[in-house]
């Protein structure tokens, strides 16, 4: 299970997805978001398409019902389109996909979702059944059931478990697949709710166990009392039996903070536990301070540092920048230890000592689930990209401070990960991907660094006719920048194969390469070229590949991707007729901004659950969290450069656009559907061809049903197979 309680909404969390993001749906349960305020006299206040910000209008509403019945008449009366959402279904239903692995309480856990269990089931198996090929799952509770019985529509959001006990867990549950979540007491024992337990009503907030019998929670304790991005930041302490009301506040952050204020809990194999609260003045700085005898005490830390784990009683943090502690020169992108004891007695005067410093072309995956670091009883065990390939390295503590290194030996040219370890003993999952060979799942030791593959996702598609290539592209300052091309052995360098070229390009979000069915079985088999481009604004080499694209400076990103698709033209690999390229979420922008500033580079655009109104973008959804990536329409220079670089706003008449296809989801209040249904709207106004179609049940993704997951999928190969291959 995750050691570490931090369940801020940071990082990728906060924003990014892929197109084939698998998201959820939410109920009907009345409006949730009104018009958002212009700024008298400066922006918006002469929009015309307002009132498609109002989420749940019923004017909106019934534009967004026309518009999806033109595009799905469109769409899914094409040739392509049966076929295409068969071949998804099956991926989506395929009994013999990989149930990922949780610890817990002795058992290994798995939530599990088919077209039986279309919301899903909790599941709990013996390590020692888990590793067969057929393993002996006991039920631990149906969503399926629940949502029936409750007339919800719930969508799992995870457990959390008090330690080292981990019998009673909060239960996480959105009701439609919202940010927002419903958190209840669940008794592992018993299998059943907590009866009189620990019950939180609908909000976004975190907790974290302090002992069995009380929860820190940070949550919106009043109305209004959140953040301008909406999220918490009052944390209070809540003994069971008490009401929301007699809780009793421990922490308070500031309304002008972009993201939350958050409890956490962190343990180690030795026994060692912590409680700490992180405070997020911005997107990417954080500050940290920890339960001591005499209180919550702020730790001397930089503001650009994460806490991603503890081992031997040694926190250990990630640092996105240089450092100095002690005399000792800590660089940008390392792993540094401060020992436990030290924080809690002297949080003034931390003695950090370096973990582990990537080499050159080398960075930790800072933005993966627990900051690319996953620890065991003895060891910590950290995910890096060499050169955009995955590596799992073993760090064992010494006693003089220092840490020894080793490596899982696992293949190359593959992306690597931690499913999930143990602190009761140095197990740990590992999980091995690449773009034609299926993801494999290892069990492992850290002490000793052997491995076996337990779990293998069988062959979807057929990959026997493809290869892949590792590429560099020179952007326009001179940057090399990496990219992948997945395509047939016998691909003729001719201008002419049907290409789709994908980047996300923000947020310290590495691209590596992975296995997907959806695009194998939908592109890949029917002949087409895949590219996945690391472009900055992403993690691949580490802080300052992604600071280089911050704010003021992003165009340097949309630059690399350019280059990158101006390369596979000057390659012949593809040209602008044949070229298709795909993004979601912060990788939406990306679309966006390609198709107004590039129209005539490219035959099919993609753009997902996006950001496209710039200069609005604060006021939308949890928007304002996102200004240290962006920038902010309040500074004059930065807002020069959104309204330079927003595509709502840089749509211009008499320009030959492709025809996009735009698509988004109607109960997303994370990135939320308005921005895309303006472009929509302008377009139309502008007589630009275009498809638009809203999941109307789901979040920040396609859908929470496999069925619809499927359908999303099919509709958007179907858009690129008419524009790209049309035969």
Known sequence: MEKIKLSLVLGAVALATTVLFVGAVRAADGPQTTVAQAIPGVIGDDDPYL??????????????????????AVLQNDSHYQGLFNGALSVVNNSQRIPYPNYLHGAVYNFWQDQTHVRGIWRRTTIASYRTESPNWTTVLDLDQLATSEKANWVWKGAQCEEPAERYCMLALSNGGEDAITLREFDLDTGRFVPGGFDLPRGKQTVAWDGPNTLIVSREWEPGQVTASGYPYVVKRLRRGQQLSDATEIFRGEKTDQLTSAPGEIHDGAGNTAIVIVRAPTFFTQQLSIETPSGLRR??????????GMVAGRLIFALTQAWSSGGASLPNGSLIAVPLKNAVTAPAHLRATLVYAPGPREAVAIA?????VSTTKHTAVVSIYHNVNGRELILTPRADGTWSRRQFDLPDNSSTGVADASLHNDDVFLTVTSFLTPTSLYYANASNGSMAEVKRLPEEFDASNDVVDQHEATSKDGTQVPYYVVHPKNMQLDGSNPTVLYAYGGFQVAETPGYSAITGKSWLEHGGVYVLANIRGGGEFGPEWHDAGLTVHRQRIYDDFYAVAQDLVNSKITDSRHLGIEGGSNGGLLMGVEFTQHPEMYNAVSIGVPLLDMMRYEQIEAGASWVDEYGSVSVPEQRAFLRSISPYQNLRAGVSYPEPYIWTTTKDDRVGPEAARKFAAKLSAMKVAYLFYEVTEGGHGAGANLQEAAKTFALQWTYFAMKLMPS
Do not use: C, F, H, Y
């Open 368 to 372: 993966a689930a627990d900051g690319g």
């Open 51 to 72: 009132w498609l910000e109002q989420k749940d209008g019923a004017r909106a509403l019934a534009w967004v019902n026309e518009e999806n019945a033109k595009t799905l």
């Open 299 to 308: 730790l001397a830390l930089p503001p650009k540092i994460s806490l991603t």
